[in-house]
């Protein structure tokens, strides 16, 4: 019987050591369908003795409507650069799945922030509060998603194909873009909480753009395990 060389990774990894990755998907998706869908909850139908008629008291509530449709773009980009992301992942391993779990923390969190927002957006110096507490959320979930590309790239046995590391910090860098503005937000939240909420819904279309196919497209990727063969990611 010969033994493996030392230096040679086995497809089959040992069991608990990796796995596949549509689990983590799969539980992915179920956290972000149930985070995007508790946001509805806090749009509300005014009660019917409403001052001034339905139409001022659906006006009066345009803090939660605005509050509402930021929050669903931001989880809603997070499900579309996630699955981007993993169109990548051929392997999980437990730094991964926990660096996954740390995402999914800050998204299922979402809700509450965004009410909170919607509820004191227009109650003066309180709005400054609620502001920040939403772009702190929206730091530590740039903050989580950029150490999840992390946990996911610093392998190449995790991967399909192997990605140019200029490649991988040239999106590291545009992930990290994010951070900085939901940073600054921190601080014009005490300024001006209409304008942080702005900025918000502004980063999240930013978003809506693929961060990962320009910088990888004109990298040279070789599939993982086999370095003399180039091939195209689909």
């Given at each position: 019987?010969?033994?493996?060389?030392?230096?040679?990774?086995?497809?089959?990894?040992?069991?608990?050591?990796?796995?596949?990755?549509?689990?983590?998907?799969?539980?992915?998706?179920g956290v972000m369908a149930i985070?995007?869908?508790?946001?509805?909850?806090?749009?509300?139908?005014?009660?019917?003795?409403?001052?001034?008629?339905?139409?001022?008291?659906?006006?009066?509530?345009?803090?939660?409507?605005?509050?509402?449709?930021?929050s669903f773009l931001i989880i809603?980009?997070?499900?579309?650069?996630?699955?981007?992301?993993?169109?990548?992942?051929?392997?999980?391993?437990?730094?991964?799945?926990?660096?996954?779990?740390?995402?999914?923390?800050?998204?299922?969190?979402?809700?509450?922030?965004?009410?909170?927002?919607?509820?004191?957006?227009?109650?003066?110096?309180?709005?400054?509060?609620?502001?920040?507490?939403?772009?702190?959320?929206?730091?530590?979930?740039?903050?989580?998603?950029?150490?999840?590309?992390?946990?996911?790239?610093?392998?190449?046995?995790?991967?399909?194909?192997?990605?140019?590391?200029?490649?991988?910090?040239?999106?590291?860098?545009?992930?990290?873009?994010?951070?900085?503005?939901?940073?600054?937000?921190?601080?014009?939240?005490?300024?001006?909480?209409?304008?942080?909420?702005?900025?918000?819904?502004?980063?999240?279309?930013?978003?809506?753009?693929?961060?990962?196919?320009?910088?990888?497209?004109?990298?040279?990727?070789?599939?993982?395990?086999?370095?003399?063969?180039?091939?195209?990611?689909?």
């Open positions: 019987m010969t033994a493996e060389p030392p230096n040679t990774r086995s497809d089959e990894a040992a069991p608990g050591a990796l796995n596949d990755s549509k689990r983590l998907e799969a539980f992915s998706d985070a995007i869908t508790l946001l509805v909850l806090d749009l509300h139908v005014p009660e019917a003795t409403s001052d001034g008629g339905l139409g001022a008291a659906l006006r009066h509530q345009w803090p939660s409507y605005a509050a509402y449709l930021v809603g980009i997070i499900w579309i650069n996630h699955h981007a992301m993993f169109v990548l992942v051929r392997r999980v391993d437990r730094r991964v799945l926990f660096a996954n779990l740390a995402l999914l923390l800050v998204v299922s969190v979402i809700p509450f922030p965004t009410r909170l927002l919607a509820e004191y957006l227009t109650s003066g110096a309180d709005s400054h509060i609620a502001a920040a507490a939403y772009s702190v959320t929206m730091f530590g979930m740039a903050l989580a998603f950029t150490l999840l590309w992390w946990a996911i790239t610093r392998d190449a046995g995790l991967l399909h194909y192997r990605i140019d590391v200029a490649a991988s910090r040239a999106t590291l860098r545009r992930f990290s873009v994010g951070m900085t503005v939901y940073a600054a937000c921190i601080a014009v939240a005490f300024a001006n909480a209409y304008l942080t909420l702005a900025v918000h819904g502004a980063l999240a279309i930013y978003y809506c753009f693929d961060q990962l196919s320009p910088t990888l497209s004109g990298t040279a990727r070789t599939p993982s395990g086999h370095p003399d063969t180039a091939e195209e990611l689909p």
